[in-house]
C-alpha cells in the first residue's frame, strides 16, 4: 500500500470487536521490547490488529528511521502474536481509522508518546475511552541500542546466559542477582508462548561444551544439551530442520532468510502429497492442522561472535537476540549457547533425533577461515537458501545506517535526553571497524 487512502480503500469491518486490539507505532529495527508490546496487548483479546508509521510521517514527527517501511513491515508480520499488520497507520492515532478496521481497543505502553507538536498521539482514543495501557518493557529500546553503536560499549555481553539466568553471574548482591535471573526465566517463558500468547509454544535449550567446541571446528565434541523449556515438539510427519547465526539486531535478512526456509520446506511437502485433502483429513481428524516442518534455531554466545566479527558485536546480547528469535512465527525451538559449527557430533545428539536439513542463507555476515558446515555436507543434509530482497540487511549495515547519519540520529537522542557521544567516538567506532574489515580481508586472503 503506498498511502493511508489506499489503506482505507478496502470496506470497513462491519462491527468493533471487543477482542480485536490495535497496536501501532515506528517498530524501527524490531527488538524484543517491541514484541513485549505486541504480546501483552494479544493476551487482552483474540486478535492483533497492528499499525506501522510511514518513514513521512516518522520523520515529520520524531526523526529519521533506521529500517525502511518494507523492512519494519517484515518485522512486524513475523511476530507471532500479530494476525495483521496495515501499513501507513496515522502517527496520530485516528479513531475513524482503527474503528475502519474493527478494532475498538487501543493498546500502548505506560510511556509518553508525542507528535511534532508536542500532543499525546493518543489523545482522541483516550478521550473516546478506547485506550488501555501495558507495563513497557524495563532495560531496552531504540536508544539504548543506538547509544551501544555509537559508544562501542560492551558491557551489555553476557558470559553464560544459563549461569545469569540461575542467579550465579551478573551484578549486585546473591538477591539481586536471583531475582533478575528470575525475572529473565519469566521473560523467556512469555516469549516462548504460542499464537494466543498464554499456552507454551516453543522449545528452549541450551547446550553445554568447551569454549573451543563452541568457536571453532577443531574440538568436535558432543557437548551436552539440557532443556528449559519443553512445549509439544515435533508433530507426526513433520521434518526437523536446523538454522544457526548470531541473529544480532534481528532484522528483515533473518526474518526473509527463515521465511524462506518456511517456504522451501512447504514446497517440499506439497510434492509429497502433504496438502492432499486425505492427508488434511487425517490430520484434522485428531486435532488442529498444522506445518510440515519444526523449525531449530541455534543462538550463539556473545563471546563466540565477538570472536568472528569484533568492535563491540554482537549489539544485542544473547537473551536479547533469543527473545527476538523466540518472538518469530517461524521458528519451533531455540538452543542457546549453539556451536558456530554444527558438528556430526552435534547434529547427531539432537534432542529431536538427526536433523533432515540443516539451512544457510545467501551471505554470511561473519567472516570464515574455513567451512563451518562441512559436517551437514558430508552428512547429505545441507540446503541454501537462494537470493532474497532482504540478504544484505544485517547488524553491520545497520550499524552503518547509524554512522552515516549520526548526526541526525544524535539529535533524534538529545531529543530524548540522551547525551551526544561526541566526535572521539565516533572516530574511535571508525578505527575499530576498519581494524576488524583488515582483519576480515586478511582471513580471506588465507
Avoid at 531529543?415 to 557521544?421: D, L, R, S, T
Amino acid at each position: 500500500m503506498s498511502s493511508e487512502q489506499e489503506v482505507l480503500s478496502g470496506p470497513p469491518a462491519p462491527e468493533l470487536l471487543e477482542d480485536r486490539i490495535w497496536v501501532d507505532g515506528c517498530w524501527d529495527f524490531f527488538h524484543h521490547g517491541h514484541a513485549g508490546a505486541m504480546l501483552q496487548a494479544r493476551q487482552l483479546g483474540t486478535e492483533l490488529y497492528v499499525g506501522v508509521h510511514s518513514d513521512e510521517s516518522i520523520l515529520e514527527n520524531k526523526g529519521p528511521t533506521v529500517m525502511n517501511l518494507q523492512e519494519r513491515l517484515a518485522a512486524v508480520d513475523a511476530c507471532r502474536w500479530v494476525t495483521r499488520s496495515v501499513a501507513h497507520a496515522p502517527y496520530v492515532t485516528q479513531l475513524s481509522f482503527i474503528t475502519h478496521f474493527g478494532c475498538k481497543y487501543v493498546v500502548h505502553g505506560d510511556d509518553i508518546t508525542s507528535d511534532s507538536s508536542g500532543e499525546d498521539c493518543y489523545r482522541f482514543v483516550k478521550a473516546a475511552g478506547r485506550f488501555k495501557v501495558v507495563k513497557r518493557t524495563p532495560s531496552i529500546s531504540t536508544t539504548d541500542l543506538v547509544g551501544r553503536m555509537l559508544l562501542c560499549t560492551r558491557t551489555h555481553f553476557i558470559k553464560s546466559l544459563e549461569k545469569v539466568l540461575a542467579g550465579d553471574e551478573g551484578h549486585g548482591t546473591e538477591a539481586e542477582r536471583k531475582s533478575e535471573g528470575d525475572a529473565m526465566t519469566k521473560r523467556i517463558t512469555l516469549y516462548a508462548t504460542d499464537e494466543g500468547g498464554k499456552n507454551p509454544g516453543v522449545d528452549v535449550w541450551f547446550w553445554s561444551a568447551s569454549k573451543a567446541a563452541k568457536i571453532e571446528n577443531t574440538n568436535d565434541e558432543a557437548g551436552s544439551f539440557h532443556p528449559l523449556l519443553k512445549a509439544s515438539g515435533p508433530k507426526p510427519g513433520q521434518r526437523v530442520v536446523y538454522v544457526d547465526g548470531g541473529f544480532d539486531l534481528f532484522s528483515s535478512g533473518h526474518i526473509e532468510f527463515l521465511r524462506q526456509v518456511l517456504l522451501t520446506e512447504e514446497d517440499l511437502a506439497r510434492k509429497d502429497g502433504w496438502y492432499d485433502q486425505q492427508a488434511v483429513n487425517e490430520r484434522t481428524g485428531k486435532g488442529t492442522d498444522y506445518s510440515p516442518v519444526f523449525v531449530v534455531v541455534g543462538v550463539h554466545d556473545d563471546e563466540v561472535i565477538n570472536h568472528w566479527k569484533g568492535v563491540n558485536y554482537p549489539i544485542m546480547n544473547i537473551y536479547e537476540r533469543g527473545l527476538c528469535v523466540l518472538q518469530c512465527r517461524y521458528v519451533n525451538a531455540v538452543v542457546f549457547g549453539a556451536p558456530f559449527s554444527p558438528t556430526k557430533s552435534y547434529l547427531t545428539t539432537f534432542p529431536w533425533g538427526v536433523p533432515d536439513a540443516v539451512y544457510h542463507g545467501p551471505t554470511a555476515f561473519m567472516p570464515l577461515s574455513y567451512d563451518p558446515y562441512a559436517a551437514p555436507k558430508t552428512m547429505g543434509i545441507f540446503q541454501e537458501i537462494a537470493s532474497h530482497a532482504f540478504q544484505d540487511v544485517n547488524a553491520g549495515t545497520i550499524v552503518q545506517r547509524i554512522m552515516r547519519s549520526r548526526d541526525q540520529y544524535e539529535e533524534r537522542q538529545r531529543k530524548k535526553g540522551v547525551k551526544a557521544v561526541g566526535e572521539a567516538a565516533h572516530r574511535q567506532r571508525e578505527i575499530l571497524e576498519e581494524e576488524q574489515r583488515r582483519k576480515e580481508e586478511k582471513l580471506a586472503s588465507a
